[in-house]
């Protein structure tokens, strides 16, 4: 992690917070009883920021300093409301596109997949707020500036947010290989989001339980699986194709 994106000890985070400094994420000691931690802790309760709470070993090795029980992992965006976020986007677009990015945890494939999503006109990326890749210097340059040109929206919980974009009228289309449903037989051509899983388990189960539908790439060779941002670009791609003619 790069130094440049963490500041740590209790007051300048304090500090960081009456700056209006934006932070991801706080690394909390998991045994702490400070005062001033849970001060902290009960003025970002109902924000964006996730908090971790860790062992000792952890926070030592993402500061390697005094951290005082406390480390928080700036941000160099601003993260959008997802209500406020759809409900622009489908005032104003017919069919608006959606990624909804389940546990994604590398954050050079965040990036990727931003990068993609940004040539590909998509609306807004989702994540949940615990689980996923943090935004990073490495994000920024990996998404070659993209990340700046796409709203990023931090939900509680996944399956929430495909509750409400379901609600909204978009169909949600789930990138799995678990199924036989191939990718090229599905219209999207419509309101549409798309959810990708995370590299190692791929979209959860009990969201594949409530998405419209899954889809698969064929796979010929003898890899059966593709890397997950090269996965959301086909995705993408074969969206744009369809959309184009």
Partial sequence: ????????????????LKAKVIIDKLFILKES??????????????????????PNEKLNRLTNGNHQGIVALTSPIAFQSLEDIVENIISKKEKPLFIVLDQISDVRNFGAIIRTAECTGVDAIIIQKKGGAPVTGDTVKTSAGAIFNVPICKVDHIKDAIFYLKASNITTIAATEKTTESLY??????????IIGSEGKGVSKSVLNIVDHKAALPLLGEVNSLNVSVACGAFLYETTRQRMI
């Fill in 33 to 54: 009883n400070n005062p001033k931690i849970n001060e902290i802790v009960l003025t970002v309760e109902n924000t964006d920021i996730t908090i971790n709470y860790v």
């Fill in 185 to 194: 037989n599905i219209d999207l051509n419509k309101p549409l989001a798309i």
């Fill in 1 to 16: 992690m790069s130094k440049q994106n963490t500041i740590f000890g209790i007051y300048p985070i304090i500090e960081a």
